[in-house]
């Protein structure tokens, strides 16, 4: 029986199978330290994005804003926050007059037409110019409130999505309020928070 190792044929079988095992044991080694390379631009991007947006946004972006609000801090937050007090009348004073922001607690009703499965909260600020306005405000809130849930549960989803709602909302409480307490006691009205939900 001949030798089938020395055969031409077999000897080409013996030369290709071993270039193509050397190469088979290159590439698992390419792979994995090219792999790890291919990711570390993906990492750095990953770690670098929200320390460049919160800096952006520190020292950039909420200094211009203040900047263009007017907001300097001091007298004018120590009144925001003192106003932010539920029922706490304090006195501001708004381009020479006298201005007396009263909040009202929470409001809390059903959306219209949602068979009770969607409500709206909001809160609201009232805002009079004359000295006994707290007063007025306090000695009649059960009414007022009874008053603004009765206009604000009769509003649907999509009085609600409806552009310029807020304003028309706003008018609305504005007129309901002023003719409970018998006159322009109201004089604006601060939608503060306001949630569909």
Do not use: C, H
Not at 129 to 151: E, G, H, R, Y
């Amino acid at each position: 029986m001949a030798d089938r190792t020395n055969t031409p044929v077999a000897r080409e079988a013996e030369t290709d199978a071993q270039p193509s095992e050397a190469a088979d044991g290159a590439a698992p080694k390419a792979a994995a330290s090219g792999g790890f390379k291919a990711w570390i631009p993906l990492l750095a991007t990953v770690v670098a994005m929200p320390v460049l947006a919160f800096t952006t946004t520190q020292f950039i972006l909420l200094p211009k804003i203040k900047q263009a609000m007017g907001v300097t801090g001091g007298a004018s937050a120590d009144a925001a926050a003192a106003s932010s007090k539920e029922g706490e009348a304090t006195t501001v004073t708004v381009a020479g007059k006298e201005k007396y922001p009263v909040k009202l607690p929470k409001i809390l009703v059903n959306v219209a037409g949602s068979m009770m499965t969607r409500y709206l909260t909001m809160s609201v600020t009232l805002v009079g110019s004359s000295p006994d306005f707290k007063d007025k405000i306090v000695k009649n809130m059960d009414q007022l409130m009874d008053l603004a849930n009765s206009a604000l549960m009769t509003k649907t989803i999509q009085d609600l999505e409806k552009p310029g709602s807020r304003n028309q909302i706003r008018s609305e409480l504005m007129t309901v309020f002023n003719n409970a307490l018998g006159g322009p006691v109201v004089q604006d009205i601060y939608i503060t928070e306001q949630a569909i939900q």
